[in-house]
């Protein structure tokens, strides 16, 4: 699956990778998780066994596929594009092998036009394979982590050591207080609640006390939504007014 993306923060999707496990608490009510049981059920060839029902919903499974058909498909975009890659999955799952790592950075190198987004849940994992690789790094690449609440926000550690072009944190869905969290090496936040029928509810509070951390260390600040059933309803405004901050690449 690839193409133009809804998702505010970027313009396209691109999944090289699709299944995925559940790691942590943020992962409870994933919206690819969702969305690929029901390709799953429509017999859709990469999303076969990948997730599997438990109770009233469906479950990840921990089963991946490579999906080398749609390696090239950012070869083909001739507009420069925002690229988040591995929507529907995380690249830097522990039983995807570097070598096919590898093969997405290939294409990221030969498509120099984009930015891509790469965002992981394993940072530790994504950081293992920048020094492995012991190349220079990509301009055109950004590195994220997703951090839900405070239970998780040792994954900063594991960013803040990647170099990139950018760092950026995903508070989304945005579960608890994160507390007091080390920005100085970050440049880019997005901070969004869960939406959906189960959806968690998310706390103005939290969002304060993140925004007030990207202030101090300049840090650029996107609201992404506060959520809930009915994510249109509650809308996108924090202290009234959207908040679109975009970072300025600056590689270190």
């Known amino acids: ?111 120099p036009i984009h930015t891509f987004q790469v965002l992981t849940k394993q940072p530790e994992r994504m950081l293992e394979f920048l020094q492995q690789r012991k190349k220079l790094p990509l301009h055109n690449v950004w590195l994220g982590t997703s951090v839900e609440d405070q239970a998780v926000t040792y994954r900063i550690r594991d960013l803040a050591k990647c170099t990139a072009a950018v760092r950026f944190i995903s508070f989304e869905p945005l579960i608890g207080s994160v507390g007091l969290v080390d920005l100085k090496k970050i440049h880019w936040a997005i901070v969004g609640g869960e939406s959906g029928p189960k959806s968690r509810p998310i706390s103005n509070v939290w969002v304060e006390e993140i925004y007030e951390q990207c202030e101090t260390h300049n840090v650029a600040f996107f609201f992404k939504q506060w959520g809930g059933a009915n994510k249109k309803k509650t809308g996108r405004e924090f202290r009234g007014k959207t908040w679109d901050h975009m970072p300025e690449p600056v590689f270190a």
């Open 1 to 111: 699956m690839a193409g133009l993306s809804d998702i505010e923060w970027t313009d396209a999707t691109w999944n090289p990778v699709s299944g995925c496990r559940i790691i942590s608490s943020g992962c409870t009510n994933c919206y690819a998780m969702r969305m690929a049981a029901r390709l799953q059920a429509m017999g859709h060839e990469n999303y076969i066994g990948t997730t599997r029902k438990s109770g009233n919903r469906h479950v990840w499974t921990g089963k991946v596929h490579l999906n080398d058909a749609v390696l090239k498909t950012p070869l083909t975009w001739r507009k420069p594009r925002l690229v988040f890659v591995n929507s529907m999955s995380d690249l830097f799952q522990d039983n995807i092998p570097f070598e096919f790592v590898e093969k997405v950075w290939a294409v990221m190198a030969a498509s």
